[in-house]
């Protein structure tokens, strides 16, 4: 997937979807985080995109520490970051998946950030990943205190940015990426996001006084 929003569905998905398998809970917030957390590269400028943070071995590494202490309560969030990479970058591109052992990227589809098949694949998979999220109650836990609320900053400025980027490029009449049919899935998650990061704010605030 190219945007955010596409990443959280298919996180959720994989991960709300493991986690039922094996009957183990998982942190809803934590999981949208790390969905796009491959992406984390974008806002360090001296990692390639889609490069090392993007490669199988790299997360699988990174994860077994994880693995040794949470066991198959990490499996939803292992395969969260997964489908970033094998399904939503293998489509859209392609990524150094095998780094360090060979830079070359690996790809199938090759959709580009404007091409007319990304978005509606995109707004298919939100919707989807919304209508479970409903029926399952997996929206409320952004509604109440949690310490995790707060690393929803990352995926609020990940999804936030191409928004703000877009309607620059509308007032300035250039092109722009983010295609319309996202951007009101967009505003949902930038709304959902922010509640939940100042429930927890707002409860942080009232301890310390």
Do not use: C
């Not at 970058?89 to 052992?101: E, H, K, R, V």
């Not at 609020?156 to 703000?164: K, R, V």
């Amino acid at each position: 997937m190219t945007f955010a929003i596409g990443h959280f569905a298919l996180g959720y998905l994989f991960g709300k979807g493991s986690s039922s398998l094996l009957k183990v809970e998982v942190n809803m917030p934590l999981l949208l985080l790390v969905s796009i957390l491959p992406d984390i590269d974008l806002a360090l400028g001296f990692i390639t995109h889609r490069g090392p943070s993007h490669s199988l071995i790299v997360i699988t590494l990174l994860s077994l520490p994880f693995f040794a202490v949470y066991k198959k309560q990490m499996v939803p969030y292992y395969l969260a970051l997964l489908s970033h990479v094998l399904i939503g970058d293998l489509i859209t591109g392609g990524s150094q998946m095998f780094w360090p052992l060979t830079e070359k990227s690996y790809g199938v589809l090759y959709f580009k950030v404007t091409s007319p098949m990304d978005a509606p694949i995109e707004l298919i998979l939100i919707i989807v990943a919304l209508s479970f999220m409903v029926k399952l109650k997996d929206l409320e836990p952004f509604l109440l205190p949690g310490i995790f609320n707060l690393t929803l900053v990352i995926p609020f400025g990940a999804t936030l940015g191409p928004l703000l980027q877009t309607a620059r490029a509308i007032s300035l009449g250039f092109d722009y990426d983010l295609p319309l049919l996202l951007v009101v899935p967009s505003l949902f998650f930038v709304v959902l996001f922010a509640i939940a990061i100042i429930v927890e704010l707002r409860i942080l605030l009232r301890s310390g006084k």
